[in-house]
Nanobody
């Protein structure tokens, strides 16, 4: 079955950086578009970024464009989200997803001084 395990979240000061990882198993990782989504307290799910199967096409929400970078390593069945210039409004639980479907349990990112 599909398993997605996020890691790398934590508490960071505004302007700081974090790198999230998503370890995938239970499916052929290399043929799927993968995504990152987030959910802030009291808000709905926001799709933050997508990356196609080959890693050469990406999408970013306007809210993170220019600050976040998505990547993947198909040999390691792992996807990443490099988050720079973090803002308090980036505080959320971040989820790894297979396409816009199955999601992991999430990792908390808190941006606060």
């Amino acid at each position: 079955q599909v398993q997605l395990v996020e890691s790398g979240g934590g508490l960071v000061q505004p302007g700081g950086s974090l790198r999230l990882s998503c370890a995938a198993s239970g499916f052929i990782f290399s043929i799927y578009t993968m995504s990152w989504a987030r959910q802030a307290p009291g808000k709905g799910l926001e799709w933050v970024s997508d990356i196609n199967s080959g890693g050469d096409s990406t999408y970013y929400a306007d809210s993170v464009k220019g600050r976040f970078s998505i990547s993947r390593d198909n040999a390691k069945n792992t996807m990443y989200l490099q988050m720079n210039s973090l803002k308090p409004e980036d505080t959320a639980v971040y989820y790894c997803a297979r396409g816009r479907g199955s999601r992991g349990q999430g990792t908390q990112v808190t941006v606060s001084s």
